[in-house]
């Protein structure tokens, strides 16, 4: 019955999230505010007039929580009510917490570490390379970390493209209901999240992804993890948002800076120039910022220069790209034969092995970028 009596509940969400959550906490489940729902202010003497009402005509919502009930069942999907030991508890202590949630994967939403990566959805080369090579080290370094973000166009997809390429579990928060998965683009990636983390959502079947289901769900992605991490972020965007959110609940919030020149990293260096987010070049400087080195072995891993080494295994030649492109990156090929000293017939073939590795791109008008 909880879960159904919490589906009920969920549809009264649209008048005051934070009531609706206080009065759950009070009575301790859903079952109850439904038992009481005719006379709640002995639960909740603070109860608005407007909750009041909702609650009394709740019963003609009942054939669609079943409904609702079903669909889950049939999907595969779990129910996961603010009382259940499965429910993220870091979400749990914050003041507007969902009083239920449809979760359709297998990650532990209370694993020991859990960050999210949020950005503008124009992400750049500069934003892909940091997040690349930020999730590469994070998993040398730290490998036991889920990776929140919310399966939107730019840095959320390759978030959860970098988490599942580096053995992450990573979740999507999503603006919708399971039943469909936007944008469509993303259903393949969103299918493997599926497999190596999850989905997540307060909201029920056919619902839109409407402006404002954004917002609010950055509450989620805010409230669900230890740190916020802003990768790129024009002057406003849902990214900051979701920073201010995360402040709001007294986490950490970091953030690259980028150029002055870059309209897509003033919100970060605005941030990070008015105290809103601490600044962090790499992984390492997260970690030790978190606190979290103390059972990583990140002296060993810094001893072997792992924050430096980034790409092992090259041959002597493919070393030599690489030190060339830290120089001077994004040079075209006949320019790198001549810095690097190496054939263009010989160097066309290192050049698609170091494609192949993940540590070059080749880019427009014959130029190769170095990913990190």
């Known amino acids: 019955m909880e879960p159904l009596n919490s589906i009920l509940l969920t549809r009264l969400s649209r008048f005051n999230l934070t009531e609706l959550a206080e009065l759950y906490r ?3 489940s859903a079952t109850t505010i439904i038992e009481h729902r005719r006379d709640i202010r002995v639960i909740f003497p603070d109860a608005s007039t407007q909750l009041i009402q909702a609650l009394k005509g709740i019963d003609g919502l009942r054939e669609w929580a079943e409904q609702e009930m079903e669909y889950a069942r049939l999907h595969h999907i779990d129910l996961i009510c603010m009382n259940d030991e499965r429910y993220p508890q870091r979400l749990k202590d914050c003041p507007d917490a969902p009083i239920l949630l449809y979760y359709l994967g297998n990650a532990d939403l209370n694993k020991r570490h859990v960050i999210n990566i949020v950005g503008t959805r124009h992400c750049t080369n500069y934003g892909r390379d940091i997040i690349h090579s930020f999730v590469r080290e994070l998993k040398t370094l730290c490998p036991d970390v889920l990776i929140l973000s919310g399966l939107a166009y730019g840095v959320d997809v390759y978030a959860h493209r970098a988490a599942l390429k580096n053995s992450f579990e990573t979740i999507g928060v999503l603006a919708h209901g399971l039943d469909s998965i936007y944008p469509r683009g993303h259903r393949d990636t969103a299918l493997k999240m599926i497999e190596q983390g999850g989905l997540l959502t307060e909201y029920a079947t056919h619902t839109q992804p409407v402006a404002r289901n954004f917002v609010q769900r950055n509450r989620i992605v805010a409230g669900c993890a230890d740190a916020t991490i802003l990768i790129e972020s024009a002057a406003k965007g849902g990214g900051l948002i979701t920073c201010g959110i995360a402040r709001s609940y007294n986490r950490e919030v970091f953030a690259f800076p980028g150029s002055v020149y870059s309209d897509f990293s003033e919100g970060c260096n605005n941030l990070i120039r008015d105290n809103g ?14 606190g979290w080195d103390d059972d990583i072995k990140l002296g060993q891993a810094q001893q072997r220069g792992i924050e430096r080494t980034l790409f092992p295994d090259l041959s002597a030649e493919e ?41 070059i791109r080749a880019m427009a008008g014959g130029c190769y970028h170095l990913l990190a």
Do not use: C, H, W, Y
């Open 26 to 28: 009070r009575a301790g």
């Open 277 to 290: 987010a601490a600044l962090m070049t790499s992984a390492t400087d997260f970690l030790k910022a978190m």
């Open 319 to 359: 070393e030599t790209i690489v030190r060339v492109l830290t120089k001077n990156n994004d040079l075209q090929i006949n320019i790198l034969s001549v810095q690097a000293n190496i054939p263009i017939s010989r160097l066309t073939g290192i050049l698609f092995t170091l494609e192949m590795k993940g540590v």
